[in-house]
Structures are given as structure tokens and as C-alpha cells.
């Protein structure tokens, strides 16, 4: 999953916004754009990596293109995160409404793949995609 942003330059450096989440920007504090991309990483690792579960960022849109404009990958369990809210939302449901299609123990456990880091197991993501059959694992490498 990549996010993109546009790169401005002007005389006090290099720095950049995300296009597709307000408030997500960074610069470079030598003027390279080495440091910049770094920095692009970080800044939207860290903006994603919401603890509030009830953030549901807009998707990445892959149709965002220019020579300005640097596309940046997500931590893979961020992005699932990420994803998996998004699904949630796409579809009015609310988290107790997930347990139940998943079959999950309690809530605590859908909790988890919406949290920090949730790194979820193979036989997860197979429950995920049999249970929910629309939801876009490939997504997360594009």
C-alpha cells in the first residue's frame, strides 16, 4: 500500500504533504531528497499508526502520478490495519459486527488486527479472505 506525496522545493529546502491525508507532511532537514524519502516513511508510518480504532483513513489513490510526486509504502501490518478499517467502514459495520462474521472468541481479538502492529498469523488472513471474500488482501503490495 502506498500513499503519495508532492514534493515542493524552494530556497529553504526540500519538503513534501501527503496528498491523500491531511495534515501528514514532513521535510528534509539537510535538503537531500535521501533524507526526505526517510523522513516521508517515518512521517506516514507514524500518522497511520493511529491508536484511536476509530480513525478510518481514506485509501491510497494509485492514479496519483507526476514527476513531483513520490509514492511511499506503509509497514505491512499497519496497512492491514489500515485496510481492514477501511473495509469495516465501506461497509457500516461496527467492530462487534466483524467478531460475529469472523467468528472470532471476543472482542479483544478483531481488536487487535485494527490496532498497532497487528501482524496477523496465515491462518488469520485465510479466515479473513473465506469469511470475507471482498476484502482486497492485495491491497497492502500495490
Request: proline share 6%.
Amino acid at each position: 500500500m502506498r500513499y503519495h506525496f508532492k514534493v515542493h522545493k524552494d530556497p529553504d529546502g526540500i519538503w513534501a504533504e501527503c496528498l491523500e491525508l491531511e495534515g501528514c507532511n514532513t521535510q528534509s532537514e539537510d535538503g537531500t531528497m535521501e533524507n526526505l524519502e526517510k523522513n516521508l516513511a517515518e512521517a506516514l508510518n507514524l500518522y497511520l499508526d493511529e491508536p484511536n480504532m476509530n480513525i478510518i483513513f481514506p485509501l491510497p489513490d494509485n492514479t496519483l502520478v507526476g514527476e513531483d510526486i513520490a509514492a511511499v509504502e506503509v509497514e505491512p501490518g499497519i496497512a492491514f490495519a489500515v485496510l481492514l478499517r477501511a473495509y469495516r467502514k465501506s461497509h457500516n459495520l461496527k467492530q462487534k459486527d466483524m467478531v460475529a462474521r469472523l467468528g472470532f472468541q471476543n472482542l479483544f481479538s478483531y481488536q487487535r488486527l485494527e490496532g498497532k502492529h497487528p501482524n496477523p498469523r496465515l491462518d488469520t488472513l485465510a479466515l479473513i479472505q473465506r469469511k470475507l471474500p471482498d476484502f482486497n488482501v492485495s491491497m497492502l503490495f500495490k
